[in-house]
């Protein structure tokens, strides 16, 4: 049974219940010369966090442009704004939020937590579907929409293969 659509927001765009977490890793040489995460890489772990929602929802990537339309946007709009710094290499969790679902849009809001518990950031990421061969923007088609009402409405955390022990070798939620 697929969830009901969630209340609109301005334009007719629709904001979605639910949420989609994830881990990223952050690397040692992602921390600049204090030793703390250069704020330009919260932009990367967004983006990887948006990359796995889009696994998630059966769209893995693939270089051939006409296997997996559905995954083709490109980023229309990005703001972060920071809470404190991560210091450290290890796990930041993102979760991410359906803010706005337009026609041809998605704006996910995230916030991102470092491995202490504590929030670091927090942001919003828009993005336009586009036809790759025309780069003009595309509506969402109704599957994808579906995919994503359900997969947020189940409150889904995905555990990153990283973290996987065998007691935890399947997704949880």
Do not use: C
């Amino acid at each position: 049974m697929t969830p009901p659509a969630g209340p609109r927001t301005g334009k007719g765009a629709e904001v979605l219940p639910g949420r989609f977490r994830t881990t990223t890793e952050v690397a040692w040489d992602e921390l600049d010369a204090l030793g703390v995460l250069h704020h330009t890489r919260f932009a990367v772990h967004a983006e990887r966090a948006f990359s796995r929602l889009l696994d998630a929802l059966g769209y893995p990537y693939d270089p051939d442009p006409a296997v997996r339309p559905e995954r083709h946007h490109v980023v229309a709009g990005l703001s972060l704004s920071f809470a404190r710094p991560v210091d450290r290499p290890g796990p930041l969790l993102v979760e991410q939020r359906v803010t706005a679902l337009g026609r041809t849009s998605l704006t996910v809001g995230f916030t991102v937590t470092g491995a202490r518990g504590a929030v670091a950031a927090e942001g919003t990421r828009t993005a336009v579907h586009i036809d790759r061969a025309t780069r003009r923007p595309r509506a969402w088609n109704e599957e994808f929409r579906q995919r994503l009402r359900a997969l947020l409405a189940a409150a889904h955390t995905e555990v990153a293969p990283w973290t996987r022990t065998s007691s935890t070798a399947t997704r949880e939620s």
